[in-house]
Nanobody, 127 residues
Framework: QGRLVESGGGLVQAGDSLRLSCVGS????????MGWFRQAPEKEREFVAG?????????DYAGSVKGRFTIARDNAKNAVYLEMNSLKPEDTAVYYC???????????????????WGQGTQVTVSS
């Protein structure tokens, strides 16, 4: 049974940077597309970034984070990362790591396409 655990969240000021980590256990996740999602209070969980399975040669980002966030994976460590720069107050949310499958290996953007989820890590950006 696979498990994902996120870390790296915290309280920062606008303009600061954070790096989130997600480490898998129980199975290898190299065959999975990996995604980062976030959920703000009273809002639906939304796609933030995704990276394709295996060598991660394709990455996708939500328009709101493109150019500021970078997703990367390290299969040797069974891990995926989210580098977040130029943080804004509207980035405040609980951030979740997820693993799933797609026929093309490209990370899906829909929550329902992911099989494994972490417990989330809180990111709070003050103005």
């Amino acid at each position: 049974q696979g498990r994902l655990v996120e870390s790296g969240g915290g309280l920062v000021q606008a303009g600061d940077s954070l790096r989130l980590s997600c480490v898998g256990s129980g199975r290898a996740f190299s065959d999975c597309a990996m995604g980062w999602f976030r959920q703000a209070p009273e809002k639906e969980r939304e796609f933030v970034a995704g990276i394709s399975s295996w060598n991660g040669d394709r990455t996708d980002y939500a328009g709101s984070v493109k150019g500021r966030f970078t997703i990367a994976r390290d299969n040797a460590k069974n891990a995926v990362y989210l580098e977040m720069n130029s943080l804004k107050p509207e980035d405040t949310a609980v951030y979740y790591c997820a693993a799933g499958y797609s026929s093309t290996g490209v990370a899906p953007t829909l929550v329902g396409r992911y099989r494994y989820w972490g417990q989330g890590t809180q990111v709070t950006v003050s103005s």
